[in-house]
């Protein structure tokens, strides 16, 4: 999964992406896209571990883009955004970082502080980028359709939809509620859409307003999180004895990253399924909704092709018991079929005759 970190110039997107990758970046550096793949933070394999001592864990991972802010008020900008857009396109989830702290060396976009503002800007380019695409399509196909070939038919079908998407995009709704089945999907793949994606909004509060900052109350989004990117990113660069006195200092239980980290990985509608024994403790992700036999196939594919049964066993019980035996005895382990829909933290081992 790849998620995009979007944001205004001054917004303090990088020191985000900083935060999450633990990794810092000279400020005043060129701006660039930056790549990092990042670990989802899983209690559960913690526990796990404990129990089996595996020679390996492996936990399931995300990778994050740093776009670099454009203005849109100059053609430099405006230029920049277009130049970027095809990788924003690529991702599968959009973070959209909004100011809101002071900082007197560090100057305002707009010379304004007002991250609801920020937000509807970003969230406007990415449908007037949607709504370019739509619109040069539809006049292609507008004059094709009337023309007999081999792709007439589909070429129809696409151009309806189209329409339906221009109409959303100019009455400013994405089209993450536009485009609904599979069908819709396959006849617009091509596009990427930037308003199909889920968004989430994440509010950059100064340190002082960590604690009590609240997310930001915005529209047509998966999710919105507050922190403070800033000390996020201090506390991103400790080793993990300091990070947790750190973390004590604060009052806080785990960094505001992991718990970004989580939401990124939850609002992409990503689940895990676990794998334990004495050579590897694993988390698996999976769309939500996925089948046994479809979490088999991410295993290996032969595993799915002989699929026999999941045996599985919900991680809740596995702590309530505190083994696999004992979980056996209480008559909570389950042998699930093919079309059985894997839920978040099953502990899964797939029979086979692959």
């Given at each position: 999964m790849?998620?995009?970190i979007?944001g205004?110039?001054?917004s ?6 900083s ?9 005043y550096?060129?701006p660039?896209?930056?790549q ?10 913690g526990?796990?571990?404990k129990?089996?001592h595996p ?16 203005s ?7 230029d920049?955004w277009k130049r970027?857009?095809p990788?924003?396109r ?5 973070v959209i970082v ?10 305002m ?11 509807d800007?970003?969230?406007s ?5 949607d709504?370019?695409?739509v619109?040069t399509?539809v ?5 094709s359709v ?18 339906r998407c ?13 485009i ?6 396959a ?9 199909e994606?889920?968004?989430?909004c ?5 340190d ?8 930001l ?7 919105s999180?507050s ?10 660069m400790?080793d ?13 239980a785990t960094p ?16 895990s ?10 988390a698996?992700p999976?769309?939500?909704?996925s089948?046994?036999v479809?979490a088999?196939?991410?295993i ?7 699929f ?9 019980d ?22 059985y ?5 099953d502990i ?7």
């Open positions: 790849k998620v995009a979007l205004l110039p001054q303090g997107k990088t020191t985000v992406f935060a999450i990758t633990a990794k810092s970046f000279d400020p550096a060129p660039e896209v930056r990092a793949v990042v670990h989802v933070p899983d209690e559960r394999l526990f796990l571990t129990l089996f020679k390996k864990v492996v936990e399931a991972t995300i990778e994050f883009v740093d776009i670099p802010g454009c849109m008020e100059d053609a430099n900008g405006r920049e970027v857009v990788t924003v690529q991702s599968d989830l959009l909004v100011r809101d702290f002071e900082n007197a060396s560090v100057p976009h707009k010379d304004r502080l007002d991250p609801a503002a920020d937000f800007e970003m969230r380019e990415l449908l007037f980028s709504l370019e695409a619109t399509r006049e292609r196909l507008e004059k009337k023309k007999p070939t081999k792709t007439q038919e589909v070429d129809k079908r696409e151009l309806a939809l189209l329409l221009q109409a959303a995009l100019e009455s400013e709704a994405p089209l993450l509620g536009v609904k089945t599979e069908d819709d999907r006849l617009v793949a091509g596009f990427a859409f930037l308003t994606k889920p968004i989430l994440v509010r950059n509060v100064s002082e307003a960590t604690a009590e900052a609240k997310p109350d915005v529209e047509h989004v998966a999710d999180i922190l403070g990117a800033s000390i996020e990113a201090e506390i991103a400790l993990s004895e300091d990070r947790k006195a750190f973390l004590e200092d604060l009052g806080l505001a990253r992991d718990r970004l980290i989580q939401v990124c990985y939850k609002a992409a509608g990503l689940i399924f676990l794998t334990m024994g004495a050579d590897e403790v694993r698996w999976v769309r939500a909704g089948t046994a479809q088999a196939g991410k290996h594919t032969d595993l799915s092709r002989g026999i049964r999941a045996e599985t066993i919900a991680y809740a596995l702590v309530a018991h505190g083994d696999e035996k004992s979980v056996k005895a209480a008559g909570k382990a389950r042998k699930e079929g093919k079309e829909i894997v839920q978040d933290g899964m081992n797939i029979l086979s005759s692959a």
